[in-house]
């Protein structure tokens, strides 16, 4: 084994919540397709045991990890479950003239911080740098996520799609993992080109 | 909090795997070899990401296995030095407390970290906070009236910042034998452990600065804060 690069890029906290998603429904059909390849040959009386030459099986490691992260990322102290790929393309571009370095940019993402306290611990200096523009800062960033805002503003787009998303990442029935996530996954996770559609992406870039 | 290592390995596929493509079962194998295990320097691994380079399958003599070498990237746990996270209370003692993520648990917080003067409160196995307090001894601290203290339960959400993280590669060394019986091994350190810090505005449980919100701001945050 050797590592190559230890840290080629950084992730977010929503992509390792969308591919752990992933993974898992994979899982779930994978383990679906064995049981019923199992069924059929104890019905046809040529079921071998402990032989399995069509399916994958996921390792108890991977099963565990992945359960855990779920349950950490997904839960309500976070904002991660209840965000989209095109809210936090949306939130990077917002955070653009504000000249955050990368690792702020991602903090914000990840913790999507909608009061002034939360932000002056993830941007250091914050009053000298922003000072007035502080205020606007974190009402882009509440607008953007969607959260349970304190005023409900309906002045723009982004706000009922927001919120769309927000319903149905909230509801974790089977129906939850719709066209519309794996949808959002291809736009995330595998154009790299655009620098601008991942977090990945940007954080690439050397930072100065 | 998360980011991607490049690793370059190879990979032994089992002949009864042949019919199955070759990128799922190498994927399977690297997940079961890397998942949930800590790398040396790099961090824990969670999963692999995708496989950028996989080269010829060879067949080595000794064995019926096809042999990989694959270049691929993995997710790795990693938070960096001064990066802010969310974790919860999983215990606490007179050292520190200690915080979990659910699928990692080594987080901790010494006790020169916490938000000074605090202590440690051994009927309530909980250390807490007096903001703007004069006293500076334990046990000063400890005749204070209790409803002044913010106490740092179990269980509590608490935003922390990153301050180090370190990683420690324990021999497994020859196993204890005493009066002729095999001792079972003892779990030794862990091995990647992150050390955070709360003292400082606007870091520790996350109702604290919640709460604070309330009063700066008045009915505005309320709304949000409460639902």
Not at chain 1, 28 to 41: D, F, G, P, V
Request: charge should be negative; include cysteine.
């Amino acid at each position: 084994m050797e590592v190559v690069n230890p840290r080629s890029a950084l992730l977010s906290n929503y992509e390792v919540l969308t591919l752990l998603r992933e993974l898992e429904a994979d899982h779930l059909t994978r383990s679906k397709a064995m049981q019923r390849i199992k069924k059929e040959e104890e019905a046809n009386g040529t079921l071998v045991p402990g032989h399995n030459t069509t399916v994958v099986e996921t390792s108890e490691n991977l099963r565990t990890v992945e359960v855990e992260a779920i349950q950490y990322l997904g839960a309500d102290y976070l904002p991660t479950s209840g965000q989209t790929a095109e809210g936090i393309t949306k939130m990077v571009k917002a955070l653009e003239p504000y000249e955050l370095t990368k690792a702020e940019k991602l903090q914000i993402v990840n913790l999507a911080p909608t009061t002034p306290v939360e932000l002056y611990v993830i941007v250091e200096e914050l009053e000298d740098r922003l000072g007035d523009r502080m205020d606007e800062l974190t009402e882009r960033i509440q607008e953007i996520q969607g959260a349970p805002a304190p005023v409900p503003q309906v002045n723009g787009i982004e706000e009922p799609k927001a919120e769309e998303g927000v319903t149905s990442w909230s509801n974790p029935a089977a129906e939850g993992f719709g066209e519309d996530e794996d949808a959002a996954y291809d736009e995330e996770m595998f154009d790299d080109a655009g620098e601008g559609a991942g977090v990945e992406g940007d954080l690439d870039v050397e930072d100065d | 909090m998360f980011c991607l290592s490049i690793i370059k390995d190879k990979i032994p596929i089992h002949p009864q795997h042949f019919s199955i493509s070759p990128e799922q079962t190498i994927t399977a194998e690297l997940n079961k070899k890397y998942s949930n295990r800590v790398l040396h320097d790099v961090g824990l691994c969670i999963c692999v990401f995708d496989l950028s380079e996989v080269g010829e399958g060879k067949v080595r003599y000794g064995d019926g296995f096809l042999w990989y070498e694959v270049t691929f990237r993995m997710v790795v746990f990693r938070p960096f030095e001064s990066e802010v996270v969310i974790a919860r209370v999983k215990s606490s003692d007179e050292d520190g407390i200690r915080l979990t993520m659910d699928f990692f648990d080594d987080i901790y917080i010494p006790s020169i970290y916490l938000p000074q003067p605090s202590a440690f409160d051994p009927n309530e196995r909980a250390h807490f906070w007096l903001p703007n307090s004069p006293l500076a001894s334990t046990t000063e601290l400890l005749d204070s009236p209790t409803s002044e203290r913010m106490y740092i339960d179990q269980g509590e959400v608490m935003r922390v910042r990153v301050e180090q993280d370190e990683f420690v590669d324990d021999e497994p060394g020859p196993a204890k034998v005493v009066e002729g019986v095999v001792q079972e091994k003892t779990r030794g350190r862990a091995p990647y452990t992150v050390v955070c810090s709360i003292a400082e505005q606007g870091l520790g449980p996350v109702a604290w600065w919640n709460g604070a919100q309330v009063v700066e701001e008045g009915d505005e945050g309320e709304a949000m804060e409460e639902g």
